[in-house]
């Protein structure tokens, strides 16, 4: 498990430069699928199994990350951030820039304490104050291939922590990937399973938004990683979820307050999903979750509309580069995916 997990998580693929995760995922699924393809926005698909009824299950390969926007005479390095990266979780973090010829290291830094004014050290240091510096001039991180638009990830392992927990970087959504992935490789499926491993979908479900409409399922359903509230600063009622409990069955999911551009997940899709944890005895958690959504929320809009729902794993200090999981709720996704897979659908 921790093999592949670590291999997947460790990859780089910043929204929009997804190949050094998509190589990887295609590679593993060899052998174990009918068909795998590839569409001009860079989503993987693979076939297996052929019901009557297709289902489209997704898990994006995309991860939030910077992209570089300006480097001045000196070679310190000024960047954009791609999806939701909150400011202050990116000082000081060791990041990896994905030149065209090579891959350079570099440290997010900004002014040291010691010549900050008083006030300065009370304020929050935004990004545009950050800059990354790599040791090279402009003329040498040229000649690497790195300029303006060159994407950057941040450099992180994945370990293990006590009781099951591991912790990693882009664990949103390559937990996801896994999953799809584990359960690809075990399931003897009786549906039309077309799994996709959809890009861009951090900065607003755009690889699910058009592969959804190419596979046209009967039914889609998102893997994908959700918050847990289960640590201090947190109240039970805000993020009900804790991690270990299970995956989450999505009930619904949007902004903060309205809900909107969310998904409210299809209820005979939320029944059925219920039906199966049971049934096969899998612990699972129900979420109705605020201030967010997965690619679900682009399925189900899809041509005519699309029966959608979505499954999600518990994460703690997600969105930022050590995100805490449970192997346990892994383990109890890839079975769900499973039996998703291998059930047959009289509902639809
Ligand atoms: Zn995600």
New binding site residues.
């Given amino acids: 498990m921790m093999e592949l997990l670590k291999k997947i998580s460790e990859a780089p693929g910043v929204s929009g430069f997804e190949y050094g995760i998509s190589e990887i995922i295609k590679k593993e699924l060899q052998g174990f699928v009918n068909k795998i393809e590839e569409d001009r926005f860079g989503n993987i698909y693979a076939y297996k199994g052929n019901g009557e009824k297709t289902i489209m299950i997704t898990a994006?390969m995309d991860e939030i990350g910077l992209i570089v926007k300006h480097i001045d005479d000196r070679g310190f390095i000024r960047f954009a951030k791609i999806g939701g990266v909150p400011d202050h979780v990116l000082l000081s973090q060791r990041v990896i820039i994905h030149g065209k010829y090579k891959k350079i290291y570099g440290v997010i830094g900004c002014k040291a304490i010691h010549i900050m004014k008083e006030e300065e050290r009370k304020q929050l240091v935004t990004y545009d104050k950050m800059f990354i510096d790599t040791g090279l001039s402009k003329e040498q991180l040229e000649k690497y291939g790195i300029g303006i638009g060159t994407p950057i990830t941040i450099e992180r392992d994945l370990v293990e922590l006590e009781n099951d927990l591991i912790v990693g970087r882009a664990m949103?959504?390559r937990a996801?990937c896994y999953i799809l992935i584990e359960a690809l490789k075990k399931a003897n499926p009786v549906n039309k399973i077309i799994a996709v491993f959809t890009v861009q979908?951090?900065v607003g479900l755009r690889g699910a938004t058009i592969s959804s409409y190419n596979v046209k399922p009967d039914i889609g359903i998102a893997i994908?990683?959700t918050i847990a509230g289960d640590h201090p600063e947190v109240s039970e009622s805000e993020a009900p979820v804790k991690i270990g409990n299970g995956p989450v069955i999505v009930v619904a999911d949007g902004r903060r307050e309205s809900l909107g551009g969310g998904l409210l997940a299809n209820s005979l899709i939320v029944n059925w999903l219920i039906e199966l944890a049971n049934k096969l005895g899998i612990k699972y958690q129900l979420g109705v979750l605020e201030g967010?959504t997965?690619?679900a929320a682009a399925i189900q809009l899809s041509r005519g509309g699309i029966p959608s729902g979505c499954i999600s794993i518990p994460t703690r200090y997600?969105h930022t580069f050590s995100e805490v999981l449970s192997k346990r709720d892994l383990e109890s996704g890839i079975k769900l995916i499973i039996g998703l897979m291998e059930s047959k659908i009289s509902f639809l």
């Fill in positions: 994006h949103d959504d996801g979908e951090e994908d990683t967010g997965t690619d997600l």
